[in-house]
């Protein structure tokens, strides 16, 4: 791990290797199945809209999880909810490939496995992991190098998740080498996801335990920050029910739509995108450096929207294509600014707390919206998702310059 050690800040300890190690398998199996995802379901026989409403299901889902992990992880170690919850996720990927291979396009079982289970429908972590994930990066490096930790730890997931989301081509081929049926070999994907469970939970095993005193101190939850992380949650939510329009899954049923994209498509076009969206963010703390946190959340995050928006009106795929990874070069900047900004202003012993209420209504925002982008999909093979999405986005990039730009915390 020597070698691994040279490529994180400085004061980074041996606990952030691990975190990133399994946030990189995590990230491909999140990568490949959220491509797979929508073409997985219509080919069972679902509709878009029922595509749609289980993509809300798992991020609803997910939000009410990880409230309730964030909420209490004060009382528990957080080793501990992280191997829960990989065993859940293994049970999620079995789950799901077993639905495939049994020919059951039971929609309501599979809503309740959504709803339960761990799998993401987009681009980004949104899951139990996140807090607990985000909570102990903060304690492994110096408060100087949280950015440069989360911009590192981003970009590693990104790689993983762009080469999740090549590989989610792979059905197709196998099942013309094989002769098996392609929704079998669609559930091999699933099955994939399950043993990426199994990869994480023996590397968060690696994790140094935490001190009994440290996990028996009574602490609660939100005291000291509680009103900053109310009033950044409020901002958060309206950022993430924007990008609930245009989450990976529904992204690429658009695409299937609009320009007759086949999975082979979306999976190279996923795979630049991703990879694209990680490289960026080892940007953003050399910038937020030199402009602070929440400028250089804002001042990438404004035309990444409006390339957004653009490409709902753009006539062909080279077009349309051309502006998404416009976008995508800018859109995921703010992620390592908003990660330490939300670490510098709560004390070390809320930082779990506040990564899972600043990341539930996150996960509540993009979970209301595809059951509803999915509808205009059903009607419309006009972007109407992307319109709505980048409009909302920079409404709210308006109000956290407004409410945070001059903010102690903002200069990195």
Avoid at 334 to 363: C, G, H, I, K, L
């Amino acid at each position: 791990m020597a070698w691994y050690s040279r490529l994180l800040p400085e004061t980074a300890s041996a606990g952030a290797i691990w975190l990133i190690t399994a946030r990189m398998a995590r990230s491909f199996a999140d990568g490949m199945v959220s491509v797979l995802l929508p073409s997985y379901l219509v080919t069972l026989g679902f509709s878009a809209v029922q595509v749609g409403a289980i993509a809300t299901a798992t991020l609803l889902g997910s939000a009410g999880l990880t409230l309730a992990v964030g909420l209490q992880a004060h009382r528990y170690e957080a080793r501990r909810l992280l191997l829960f919850a990989c065993a859940l996720m293994l049970l999620t990927g079995l789950a799901f490939a077993a639905f495939g291979l049994a020919r059951a396009p039971l929609f309501l079982p599979l809503l309740l496995v959504a709803a339960v289970g761990t799998l993401n429908p987009s681009a980004g972590d949104v899951s139990v992991f996140q807090p607990l994930e985000q909570s102990l990066l903060a304690q492994a490096a110096d408060a100087r190098d949280h950015a440069a930790l989360f911009a590192r730890f981003n970009v590693a997931a990104a790689g993983m998740g762009a080469l999740g989301a090549l590989a989610s081509a792979f059905p197709g081929p196998l099942a013309s080498i094989t002769g098996l049926p392609l929704l079998d070999t669609m559930s091999l994907a699933f099955a994939i996801y399950a043993l990426a469970g199994i990869a994480a939970f023996a590397l968060y095993a690696q994790l140094p335990r935490q001190s009994s005193a440290a996990r028996d101190a009574p602490r609660a939850p939100l005291v000291r920050s509680r009103r900053i992380v109310l009033k950044l949650s409020a901002l958060f939510t309206l950022d993430s029910f924007a990008g609930g329009f245009v989450v990976q899954s529904l992204l690429a049923l658009w695409l299937f739509q609009r320009f007759q994209f086949s999975l082979a498509d979306a999976a190279r076009f996923f795979f630049a995108t991703t990879l694209l969206s990680g490289l960026s963010q080892l940007a953003s703390p050399v910038l937020a450096r030199r402009i602070g946190l929440i400028q250089t959340m804002v001042f990438t995050h404004l035309p990444a929207n409006l390339f957004l928006m653009l490409a709902a009106f753009m006539p062909t795929a080279e077009l349309a294509v051309l502006f998404l990874m416009l976008r995508m070069s800018l859109a995921s900047m703010d992620v390592p600014a908003r990660q330490a900004f939300v670490m510098a202003v709560v004390p070390p012993e809320e930082r779990a707390a506040a990564a899972s209420v600043t990341n539930v209504p996150r996960s509540l925002g993009t979970g209301l919206a595809p059951l509803l982008s999915g509808y205009l999909l059903a009607a419309s093979d006009f972007g109407w998702p992307l319109l709505i999405a980048g409009g909302l986005k920079v409404i709210y990039d308006l109000l956290l310059l407004q409410g945070y730009r001059n903010h102690v915390a903002s200069r990195a």
